[in-house]
């Protein structure tokens, strides 16, 4: 069973940075793919970012590209999305999502099994 523990969330104001992180534990982290999502009441999770279990693919939801950064060290089980240039749109719980095998980068929210609580954003302008 995978554990995902997030963390880094916060207030901040518009133009300012944050860098969320994802601690897993349970299983052979190298051996996962992972991603970030984010949710806002009312709507379903969305991709932000997605990255391969080497680190060496990544993916950006559009309103991410440019601004965010995914990355993974495999040694200390972690997973980090560095946030620059924020918006008040970017406001939302965003999660941690991680799921076995080592095939293709996932994008869909169903495709992965495993979920962190999440971990609140809130941008104010």
């Known amino acids: 069973q995978v554990q995902l523990v997030e963390a880094g969330g916060g207030t901040v104001q518009a133009g300012d940075s944050l860098r969320l992180s994802c601690v897993a534990s349970?299983?052979?982290?190298?051996?996962?793919?992972m991603g970030w999502f984010s949710q806002t009441p009312g709507k379903e999770r969305e991709l932000v970012a997605a990255i391969s279990w080497t680190g060496g693919s990544t993916s950006y939801a559009d309103s991410a590209k440019g601004r965010f950064i995914i990355s993974r060290d495999n040694a200390k089980n972690t997973m980090y999305l560095q946030m620059s240039r924020l918006k008040p749109e970017d406001s939302a719980v965003y999660y941690c999502?991680?799921?076995?095998?080592?095939?293709?980068?996932?994008?869909?929210?169903?495709?992965?099994?495993?979920w962190g609580k999440g971990t609140q954003v809130t941008v104010s302008s």
């Open positions: 999502a991680a799921a076995t095998g080592t095939g293709v980068i996932l994008s869909r929210a169903q495709s992965y099994d495993y």
């Open positions: 349970g299983y052979t982290f190298s051996m996962l793919r």
